[in-house]
Structures are given as structure tokens and as C-alpha cells.
């Protein structure tokens, strides 16, 4: 179907320690899209990957997608406790019209 | 610039009774979402509107109607509310150049 599927559902890690959140799809994605949602907050966007193979980093999180366009990963190194939360990808129709989500993985860091 | 406004932030109805979610942007974004979120399930689109006049069907819609306002402005309506539809709900708009989706703060609906 349309669904992203993303896994685990949870993670708890130590403070420090790195931490990787996977997503798959069936079909051949376009795009892939990474928000983060903070506890009790709305999503917020992160960063968004469309071509073959694409690592993108942004301080300590790096995203990728994978060769075949099926799956893509968000990385995480040595975990904060502002890195708690929940982490969607979701993917986007051609046109951007329709945004389908992944169920998320919710990261909880301990200190 | 105030981005994605959602109103109310949270409502307490009983089994039949309705109401109306508003949200308004001041992004000037063409296409405007409505999703809920329920534990465990992510988010889940319910309606979305591509141009001012224009709704379609999401994932879930059923129970749901919505009304396109203006460019602005994109209302999601529970003509009876049931217990199956207390949910946090999320609007949320986009600029179809970048794709990026803004959300709105949520409104955390409970149906007795």
C-alpha cells in the first residue's frame, strides 16, 4: 500500500551512545522525508532525500537512502537528552500532494 | 509569522455531538492537511487540500468533512462525534516547491 513501515517502535539508549532508525517501503520511493516530534510537541521537519544512494548529515544525525529508493535510515551519533523524541519518515506523492507516514520510533535517552 | 494556527487545543465532547477544528497559515501555502495521531499508528492523513477550492480523500476520512475556506484557511468538521475519533488531531501546510510540511501546535480531542 502507501505505508512507510519504520522500525523499532522504541528505543531507549545511554546518553552518549549512538542510535539508528530504519525505514522500508515495498515500492520505490521518490522522496523521503525525516521529522522529529518532541514529547507533547508537533512534527517538525528535518530533511528531505530524493536521489539514489543520498547521505546527507546534519551535525550528529546522518540520513540515508538507500540504492534501490526502498529504505532509508536516520543515524544518530553519541545520543544527547535533547535528542528525545519521535522520529517519522514519511514519503510524499510526486506532485507533494499526499504525505504518507511511517508509525515512528520513539527515542528515549537516559542521562 | 506566527506559521500554523489550530484551534482549539483541546476539546472534551460527548458520543453525537460535533465540531469544527479550525486552522489558519500565514505562509501563503497552497496545499493544507489534516492528520490524526493515535498511539503507535503515526500520523494518518485525513483530508488535504492542494488549491484554494479543492479537498481530497485521505487514509481515513470517514466521520470527517472539510471546508477550504480561502488560501488561508482549512476547517475539519465531526458532524457526530464518536469515542473511535479521540484523537490528537494536526494541521499542517506546504509549499509544493520544497515539500516541507509545517505542522500546527495539535488539538488533543477526547470523545466520552
Known amino acids: 500500500g502507501q505505508q512507510v513501515m519504520q522500525i523499532p517502535q522504541y528505543q531507549h539508549v545511554q546518553e552518549g551512545e549512538d542510535f539508528t532508525t530504519y525505514c522500508n517501503s515495498s515500492t520505490t520511493l521518490s522522496n523521503i522525508q525525516w521529522y522529529k516530534q518532541r514529547p507533547g510537541g508537533h512534527p517538525v521537519f528535518l530533511i528531505q532525500?530524493?536521489?539514489?544512494?543520498e547521505v546527507k548529515k546534519q551535525k550528529r544525525l546522518t540520513f540515508q537512502f538507500g540504492e534501490a529508493k526502498k529504505n532509508s535510515s536516520l543515524h544518530i551519533t553519541a545520543t544527547q537528552t535533547t535528542d528525545v523524541g519521535t522520529y517519522f519518515c514519511a514519503r510524499a506523492q510526486y506532485n507533494f500532494n499526499k504525505f504518507y507516514f511511517g508509525s515512528g520510533t520513539k527515542l528515549n535517552v537516559k542521562p | 509569522n506566527a506559521g500554523v494556527t489550530q484551534t482549539p487545543k483541546f476539546q472534551v465532547l460527548k458520543t453525537g455531538q460535533s465540531m469544527t477544528l479550525q486552522c489558519a497559515q500565514d505562509m501563503n501555502h497552497n496545499s493544507m492537511y489534516w492528520y490524526r495521531q493515535d498511539p503507535g499508528m503515526g500520523l494518518r492523513l485525513i483530508y488535504y487540500?492542494?488549491?484554494?477550492?479543492?479537498?481530497d480523500k485521505g487514509e481515513v476520512p470517514n466521520g470527517y468533512n472539510v471546508s477550504r475556506l480561502n488560501k488561508r484557511e482549512f476547517s475539519l468538521r465531526l458532524e457526530s462525534a464518536a469515542p473511535s475519533q479521540t484523537s490528537v488531531y494536526f494541521c499542517?501546510?506546504?509549499?509544493?516547491?520544497?515539500?516541507?510540511?509545517?505542522f500546527g501546535e495539535g488539538s488533543r480531542l477526547t470523545v466520552l
Open positions: 487540500s492542494a488549491s484554494e477550492g479543492t479537498t
Open positions: 499542517a501546510s506546504s509549499d509544493k516547491g520544497t515539500g516541507e510540511l509545517f
Open positions: 532525500l530524493v536521489k539514489s544512494g
